[in-house]
């Protein structure tokens, strides 16, 4: 798996590293053979320019001014591998001469097992990695505790759950999330809200806390997969929010700092680095047992990416890219929100366009959706895969 067209090991009649020139290289990266070290450097510098702006110290030492960061962490690969580049670049900061890092991070663990029950709990993993980097905050909360830090989502669920759900109040949060889940009929749907309701959960733990940016840790590799999912999705509207660098409807800035990294290239990452190896917890086995019928549109272009992706490189790199350089619609404060993913509507975007020809009870809602959301609310991508 990790050693594919971007990333091949090196041959037994070893090379030279096209770096340094001074030890044998260990794999071919982009073309150019690398050995270890100037591999985990090439990495952490695509990091490290990712971050260019918030890491410059400038009057920030003399004010002592930190920026508050959010690095939500999956014990993935990749989210995993950005807190060591993180921490990496705080250690750096903290060694120089002024003896200060800018950097106050807050790491954020949604309990996996909350999000999915074919998940392992992480409760060693979350042990360890305070104890190998014990300079942040760390936080771990389970997914129905968005009831606690998003006062808006009861009313949201009653709102797209339509008659057939009725959300008791009485009842603790985990009951009422999963009540909530269980009446969502799609595999799609049920991803989809999902995704939106971590997301949304993360965005309100970072408001609460006063965060100033989240550093989401996507490489390369999953923001292609997810530009191409939330178009499929009927998302491309907020797509730009959830890609690209720089300020967001809801009071932060979003980071991708490894955008320029390939899955291929974090997961080898984590391999040589033990502190990381220690905490990533591996994906479940790939879905290919499922047929596709049982995927759902996010599953399914992850795989395609994955696959596809290793052969193509250089057109998932271009894929981000472009993203990156688009512009996102400008917001205001008091524009109408879809009351699930939270995205501003754009005025033209709420009607009924569509709606007609499925019976629903969102429709009839006073409140607004945005184009994906009224799909997954109404369960529309049922109709569409049978
Ligand atoms: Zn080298
Ligand atoms: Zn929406």
């Known amino acids: 798996m990790s050693f594919q067209a971007t990333m091949t090991m090196a041959g037994k009649s070893s090379s030279i590293c096209a770096n340094c020139r001074n030890a044998d290289a260990f794999a071919t990266v982009r073309n150019r053979p690398l050995c270890q070290p100037c591999f985990l450097r090439y990495a952490d510098n695509k990091c490290s320019s990712g971050m260019k702006q918030y890491r410059m110290l400038g009057d920030a030492a003399k004010t002592r001014k930190q920026h508050k960061h959010l690095l939500p962490?999956?014990?993935?690969?990749?989210?995993?591998?950005?807190?060591?580049?993180?921490?990496g670049q705080v250690e750096h900061q903290l060694a120089g001469p002024l003896r200060f890092t800018?950097?106050?991070?807050?790491?954020?663990?949604?309990?996996p097992s909350t999000i999915s029950p074919s998940r392992p709990p992480c409760?060693?993993?979350?042990?360890?990695?305070?104890?190998?980097?014990?300079?942040?905050?760390?936080?771990?909360?389970?997914?129905?505790?968005?009831?606690?830090?998003?006062?808006?989502?009861?009313?949201?669920?009653?709102?797209?759950?339509?008659?057939?759900?009725?959300?008791?109040?009485?009842k603790p949060y985990r009951e009422?999330?999963?009540a909530f889940r269980a009446s969502i009929p799609t595999t799609t749907s049920k991803d989809d809200i999902d995704n939106i309701l971590l997301f949304r959960l993360i965005v309100a733990f970072a408001r609460h806390h006063a965060c100033e940016t989240i550093l989401w840790g996507d490489?390369?590799?999953?923001?292609?997969?997810?530009t191409l999912a939330n178009v499929a999705k009927g998302r491309g509207a907020s797509l730009t929010w959830?890609?690209?660098?720089?300020?967001?409807?809801?009071?932060?800035?979003?980071?991708?700092?490894?955008?320029?990294?390939?899955?291929?290239?974090?997961?080898?990452?984590?391999?040589?680095v033990p502190t990381v190896e220690s905490i990533v917890i591996p994906d479940p086995p790939a879905s290919e047992a499922l047929s596709n019928r049982d995927l759902s549109i996010d599953e399914l272009l992850n795989n395609y990416v994955l696959t596809q992706g290793v052969k193509y490189p250089g057109i998932m790199a271009n894929v981000v890219r472009t993203v990156n350089k688009l512009q996102p619609a400008g917001f205001t404060s008091d524009q109408a929100r879809?009351?699930?993913?939270?995205?501003?509507?754009?005025?033209?975007?709420?009607g009924a366009d569509g709606a007609e020809a499925?019976?629903?009870?969102?429709?009839?809602?006073?409140?607004?959706?945005?184009?994906g959301c009224r799909r997954s609310a109404a369960g529309l991508s049922q109709a569409a895969d049978t």
């Open 73 to 87: 962490l999956s014990f993935g690969a990749s989210s995993s591998v950005l807190l060591h580049m993180i921490n």
């Open 102 to 111: 800018n950097y106050d991070v807050h790491v954020l663990v949604v309990d």
């Open 123 to 170: 409760q060693k993993q979350f042990d360890l990695v305070r104890q190998h980097y014990p300079r942040h905050k760390y936080t771990m909360i389970p997914l129905h505790s968005i009831f606690e830090y998003d006062p808006n989502i009861s009313e949201t669920l009653r709102q797209i759950a339509g008659s057939g759900f009725g959300d008791d109040e009485s």
């Open 176 to 178: 009422r999330l999963e």
């Open 219 to 226: 490489s390369d590799t999953r923001l292609a997969a997810k």
């Open 242 to 272: 959830q890609v690209r660098d720089g300020p967001t409807p809801w009071g932060l800035e979003f980071i991708f700092p490894l955008r320029e990294l390939y899955r291929t290239e974090l997961e080898q990452y984590a391999k040589l």
């Open 338 to 350: 879809c009351v699930l993913c939270t995205s501003p509507i754009e005025p033209d975007n709420h």
């Open 358 to 371: 499925f019976d629903f009870d969102v429709r009839n809602a006073p409140t607004q959706f945005c184009y």
